[in-house]
């Protein structure tokens, strides 16, 4: 019985995490959303790394959700090559190469815990630059989306069956970054009356500020 709630769960906080891809990639495509183009791409690449090394930790169920954010990056990173913003910073390069130190770190040891954490890390600091640009420019982020992924990624702190690295470091994290994320979005929103935010140095003008336009 625990076991079927716990797949119940996964599977709905999965399908959240979809719908949150998909409303943050018709946003994009409408150019109401700006994602930063090496913040998804990292995403893209790191939640195929940390998924596997997850899975050989022994993750089951809790994995699922951080499957649906390998779907999900890859569509926002492929509309954001046109629709985004940002390039290859010292610090992107600095990202994806600690995803491929990461990588060898799990080889070289031999153990997937290695890998788990190290790609966790590599995902905590590819989130820096959407977490300024949610504080800066907080109008070209997706609210709505990043609120799903908080949902998702909290109910999915339901389906872990063993507080183990495979199965609870990478879901954690989730939980954490992505509701991070999404508090920022509504503080910002909230207090956008106050005055405006730093401008980002994005292309265009405003968007509209509704619920889903971030």
């Known amino acids: 019985m625990q076991a079927a709630a716990q797949a119940g769960i996964a599977i709905v906080a999965a399908l959240l995490a979809l719908a949150g891809s998909a409303w943050y990639v018709r946003d994009t495509l409408r150019g109401r959303t700006r994602p930063h183009r090496v913040t998804w791409a990292i995403y893209a690449v790191v939640?195929?790394?940390?998924?596997?090394?997850?899975?050989?930790?022994?993750?089951?169920?809790?994995?699922?959700?951080?499957?649906?954010?390998?779907?999900?990056?890859v569509a926002i990173a492929i509309a954001s090559i046109r629709y985004g913003v940002g390039g290859w910073s010292r610090s992107d390069r600095l990202c994806l190469g600690g995803a491929a130190a990461a990588t060898a770190g799990w080889l070289a040891s031999g153990d997937p815990r290695?890998?788990?954490?190290?790609?966790?890390?590599?995902?905590?600091?590819?989130?820096i630059p959407t977490l300024r640009k949610a504080w800066y420019d907080p109008r070209h982020e997706h609210r709505g989306?990043?609120?799903?992924?908080?949902?998702?990624?909290?109910?999915?702190?339901?389906?872990?069956?063993?507080?183990?690295?495979?199965?609870?470091?990478?879901?954690?994290?989730?939980?954490?970054?992505?509701?991070?994320?999404?508090?920022?979005?509504?503080?910002?929103?909230?207090?956008?009356?106050?005055?405006?935010?730093?401008?980002?140095?994005?292309p265009g003008g405003p968007s509209r500020q509704g619920f889903g336009e971030g």
């Open 47 to 73: 939640g195929v790394l940390v998924v596997a090394s997850s899975w050989l930790a022994g993750g089951r169920w809790s994995l699922l959700t951080p499957l649906a954010y390998v779907v999900g990056p």
């Open 114 to 127: 290695v890998g788990v954490w190290m790609h966790t890390v590599v995902d905590i600091c590819a989130t």
């Open 145 to 202: 989306a990043w609120t799903l992924y908080a949902l998702s990624s909290l109910l999915n702190l339901g389906s872990i069956d063993a507080w183990s690295v495979g199965a609870a470091v990478f879901p954690l994290w989730l939980a954490l970054g992505c509701s991070g994320v999404a508090a920022i979005l509504w503080w910002r929103h909230t207090g956008s009356s106050a005055g405006p935010s730093r401008p980002a140095h994005t």
